[in-house]
């Protein structure tokens, strides 16, 4: 059967699997309502102007943070990767910052900047940076020490060398992070709404589930759910048409 028809199915049958379940007694209603009653109360959601206030929040905050960390992550990456002594130099300090959990920066988050879109945006940057830069760096390791030297010999610019050397081989990772930091800033984004009150989706959730709407609360974990497929599909579509050139994806698109 093709991929997608199967995709469907597995989908189909988690939907059945959720609808049965409290019909027949193996969990109870009030834990975990049956599907049709999620869709109803994704249905009324959808008509309020109060969803589609808190998903344009959510999205909003995930775009910024995304952009910023990306960039900043690119950047970087290029700087700290094209001189070695810079990298020497950073390379304890990365690695002791990079495992630092997101969250545990939550309590200096909100003594910063309260519970408005910053604090949420401060947990976004930081974890969605790492991924960008750590790729960035492989990518800048990985240029031909060949071409490099040949564009020193024939004097160019820095700048003519990260244009014609180290950037076209750093993209495909460049992309890499771009699509893993995607989906870690979408998480950090609902997380810190959810924890830190942020309005947005998580907000919403919380406060779902802090009044008793089980219903109301997994319908909108459904739409968190939507979203990150669509940022998945959305950013490998944009890999795939960024680097049509590359080798790998002329091969993906081959088959």
Same mark, same amino acid.
């Given at each position: 059967m093709p991929r997608p028809v199967l995709g469907l199915a597995g989908l189909l049958g988690l939907v059945l699997v959720v609808e049965l379940l409290p019909r027949v007694g193996v969990v109870e209603a009030?834990?975990?309502p049956p599907f049709s009653e999620m869709a109803a109360s994704l249905v009324a959601q959808a008509g309020t102007p109060?969803?589609?206030q808190a998903l344009l929040g959510t999205l909003r905050g995930w775009a910024l943070g995304l952009t910023i960390s990306a960039l900043a992550g690119v950047a970087l990456g290029i700087l700290i990767g094209s001189v070695p002594v810079l990298r020497a130099a950073t390379s304890s300090t990365i690695e002791f910052l990079r495992p630092i959990p997101s969250?545990?920066?939550i309590p200096l988050a909100v003594l910063l900047y309260g519970t408005e879109m910053r604090s949420t945006l401060l947990l976004v940057v930081y974890a969605s940076l790492w991924p %960008?830069?750590?790729q960035v760096l492989y990518g800048v390791r990985d240029v031909d020490p060949v071409a490099r030297e040949t564009a020193r010999s024939y004097r160019f610019s820095s700048w003519t060398q990260v244009r014609t050397v180290i950037w076209p081989t750093a993209l495909p990772y460049v992309m890499t992070g771009f699509r893993l930091a995607a989906g870690i800033a979408l998480i950090l984004e609902i997380t810190g709404e959810l924890i830190i009150g942020t309005p947005g989706l998580g907000h919403q959730i919380a406060v779902a589930q802090s009044s008793g709407a089980v219903a109301t609360m997994y319908s909108l974990v459904i739409v968190a759910g939507l979203v990150g497929v669509c940022v998945?599909? %959305?950013?490998?579509?944009?890999?795939?048409?960024?680097?049509?050139w590359h080798p790998s994806v002329r091969g993906e698109v081959a088959q």
């Open positions: 009030r834990f975990l109060a969803f589609w969250v545990a920066l %960008v830069l750590m998945n599909v %959305v950013v490998r579509a944009a890999e795939r048409r960024v680097l049509r």
